[in-house]
């Protein structure tokens, strides 16, 4: 077999996608790539990626669709209306990571060796995205754990300063000083 040959060009395409795909950790820009690039193999003008999200499906790319926006709950029968024809899982279809849909292609349909190396992709991705969740969530948990800390490093500070003094005036300095300071913070933080 050459290495020009459909299948071993497919299989190329597939392990580029696949680098690609691992190379961010960023879901967004990650999901972009995705889109960008079935859209392109399939020569399509029209698609989305919708990922699960609380429960919930919600769109998360969308390309050349009107009416439609990052964050809306998925609708497969408003999909269908605005000619998203196929619509394939990302993952397993039992307990899909995501979505993807797309319009017909010219000629109407996909070759079954361009849809194998789809559902191929597809089933990359679904990892890819899996990884890339589990770093948000691994990211906004350190971000709760360092506030945590630096409020512990404030409360022990605060016991510190009042086991210096038994003075009822410098205690009371203490604690409002304490205080103001985690109110400005709080303020400053909500505007």
Do not use: C
């Not at 680098?19 to 020569?43: A, P, W, Y």
């Not at 390309?63 to 196929?86: N, Q, T």
């Not at 060796?113 to 191929?120: C, G, T, V």
């Amino acid at each position: 077999m050459s290495a020009t040959s459909p299948d071993a060009s497919r299989l190329e395409s597939l392990l580029e996608s696949a680098q690609l795909l691992n190379s961010s950790l960023e879901l967004d820009s990650l999901l972009g790539h995705l889109l960008r690039t079935v859209m392109g193999r399939l020569v399509v003008g029209r698609g989305f990626i919708a990922v699960e999200d609380e429960g919930v499906m919600r769109l998360a790319q969308v390309r050349g669709l009107k009416g439609f926006k990052s964050g809306d709950v998925f609708d497969e029968a408003a999909m269908r209306g605005a000619g998203i024809h196929l619509i394939y899982p990302i993952g397993d279809a039992e307990h899909a990571t995501g979505l993807l849909g797309v319009s017909s292609p010219p000629g109407g349909s996909v070759a079954a060796d361009e849809e194998n190396s789809l559902r191929a992709l597809l089933g990359l991705a679904a990892s890819s995205i899996a990884n890339a969740q589990a770093h948000t969530e691994t990211r906004r948990i350190n971000r709760e754990l360092d506030e945590k800390v630096q409020e512990l490093r404030a409360l022990l500070d605060l016991v510190r300063g009042l086991n210096s003094t038994l003075e009822p005036e410098e205690v009371a300095r203490l604690l409002v000083l304490t205080l103001a300071g985690r109110w400005g913070v709080g303020k400053h933080a909500l505007s």
